[in-house]
């Protein structure tokens, strides 16, 4: 039953991209009134065949390693809604970027069909789909080789389009850590991850991932999906609303699993100190019911049920959020998206990472951040920092969140004018990109 189900939807999936290719083909009258609003910013869609693409969808359940991820394929990457009559609120799987990344991308207002008159070129290569058999897969000895079959397509296929910048102005989404995709090519056997961004045959074009690597080069992260897709301004002005009327009766909350292991680490403290403050209830203070509480998603039980750390994220004024396997998380935008001030105890988290949608001057204004050195090795308190914090400057904290919502949301597809008019994180990741490589071929005109 459920494999069927699943095979329905990702064949729907392939149809309406389909369908959609054939539309914009009908459209191209439409670009020509653009000439002003497009300067600089026309894109081509490289045409890939589809092995690079909507084949890897149809595979979406050989991977026995991993679960079946048919499911989130639905609703062109957003995945199932959360309930039949929700609007906004999906299963989403951060993977399902690079479709996600494709849909929008569709619908861009500046897309040119002459590859030599764009100033980007976007590849709709699944390319985290596509790791998965080096990752998961047969292919775990030769994940040196992942990207040589793209740059041989790019090569032998209308190779001018390539070389009229030899690279420089390509770009293509990567929905996981760079660190996933950056091994040295001669580790032998590999380690972890592909070497795509290792390969001196791609150094040129640029990477959009999740998190990008602590000296990056060729890539820059953008910000997780969340499971918020909007459809249209009023409802993204009413979940604003309720952001902002929700009664926050936790000082502190951490949503996530790990912290039980015997070495000192920052995820250890947390629960600690939040275990120990609910079993010390006396006098909380500052309006708040509890100072501290943990949402334990352990073996991924949130994974896809954003219900599950929504309600609590709503009603917490900080969301803790400690670095797990590598430094950035999925939980930083959902709790953007709750109001829920969150705390860091590293740069790496974000703000080294995600600086065209969270601006690195404002990060003083609406994060926190804690050492995570001085918690784990020096005994300080995270939650006497946070008491300490006067509450007039939490609830500017708090408006300068929820000013954030709509530069981290992808809103949906298709969606109205009126939402259309805001940048959303799709649309800044584009501007950045547009201008990371313009910067480039200036630089490659003239070196300083
Ligand atoms: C949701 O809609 C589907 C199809 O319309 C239906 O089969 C299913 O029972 C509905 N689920 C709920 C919880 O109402
Ligand atoms: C990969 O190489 C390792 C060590 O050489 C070997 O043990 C393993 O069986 C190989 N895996 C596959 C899938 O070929
Ligand atoms: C990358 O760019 C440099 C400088 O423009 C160029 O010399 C090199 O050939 C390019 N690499 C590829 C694979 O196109
Ligand atoms: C929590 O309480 C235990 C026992 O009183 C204590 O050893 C530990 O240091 C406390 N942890 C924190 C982070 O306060
Ligand atoms: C319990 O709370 C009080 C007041 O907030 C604090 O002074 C005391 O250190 C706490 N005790 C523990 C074991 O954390």
Redesign the pocket.
């Known amino acids: 039953m459920v494999p069927m189900k699943s095979s329905i939807t990702t064949f729907a999936s392939y149809i309406s991209i389909i369908l959609l290719l054939l539309n914009l083909v009908a459209c191209e009258t439409e670009i020509e009134g653009r000439e002003n609003e497009c300067k600089k910013r026309w894109i081509y869609i490289r045409k890939l065949p589809p092995r690079f693409n909507l084949d890897l969808l149809g595979k979406c359940s050989e991977y026995p390693l991993l679960e079946d991820f048919c499911p989130y394929l639905a609703n062109h990457g957003l995945g199932q809604k959360t309930h039949n009559r929700s609007h906004s609120w999906y299963r989403t799987d951060p993977l399902m970027l690079e479709l996600i990344f494709h849909r929008r991308m569709l619908e861009y207002p500046c897309l040119t069909q002459d590859p030599f008159s764009a100033d980007a070129v976007y590849l709709p290569y699944y390319a985290t789909l596509d790791a998965l058999r080096y990752l998961y897969g047969p292919e775990v000895n030769s994940s040196a080789d992942h990207g040589l079959e793209l740059f041989d397509f790019l090569q032998d296929d209308e190779p001018s389009i390539w070389n009229r910048r030899n690279g420089h102005d390509h770009f293509l989404v990567m929905a996981r850590p760079a660190w996933d995709f950056s091994q040295p090519l001669d580790n032998d056997p590999p380690l972890w991850g592909t070497s795509f961004l290792e390969l001196p045959e791609l150094f040129n074009l640029t990477a959009l991932t999740l998190e990008s690597r602590a000296w990056p080069w060729q890539e820059h992260a953008v910000p997780y999906p969340t499971s918020f897709h909007p459809p249209n301004l009023g409802l993204l002005e009413s979940w604003v609303q309720r952001v902002r009327r929700s009664k926050r009766s936790a000082l502190a909350l951490f949503v996530g699993g790990g912290g039980v292991s015997a070495t000192p680490n920052i995820r250890r403290?947390i629960r600690?100190?939040c275990?120990?403050s609910t079993?010390n209830s006396t006098d909380v203070g500052g309006g708040y019911e509890k100072l501290c509480e943990v949402v334990d998603c352990s073996n991924g039980v949130c994974e896809h049920d954003p219900l599950r750390f929504m309600r609590p994220m709503l009603q917490a004024s900080f969301c803790l959020q400690p670095p797990g396997d590598t430094p950035t998380r999925r939980s930083t935008f959902d709790s953007i998206i709750a109001g829920c001030i969150p705390v860091f105890f590293e740069d790496l988290s974000a703000r080294s990472q995600y600086g065209w949608h969270l601006p690195d001057n404002e990060f003083d204004g609406f994060s926190v951040f804690i050492a995570k050195e001085d918690?784990v090795f020096k005994?300080l308190?995270i939650l006497d920092v946070l008491r300490r914090i006067p509450r007039s400057r939490v609830r500017r904290m708090r408006e300068k969140v929820m000013e954030l919502i709509p530069r981290v949301v992808y809103r949906k597809h298709n969606s109205s004018p009126g939402l259309r008019a805001k940048k959303d994180a799709f649309d800044i990741a584009v501007d950045g990109t547009l201008d990371k490589i313009q910067s480039r071929l200036k630089e490659l005109v003239s070196p300083l």
């Open positions: 403290s600690s100190e275990d120990n079993s918690v005994g308190r």
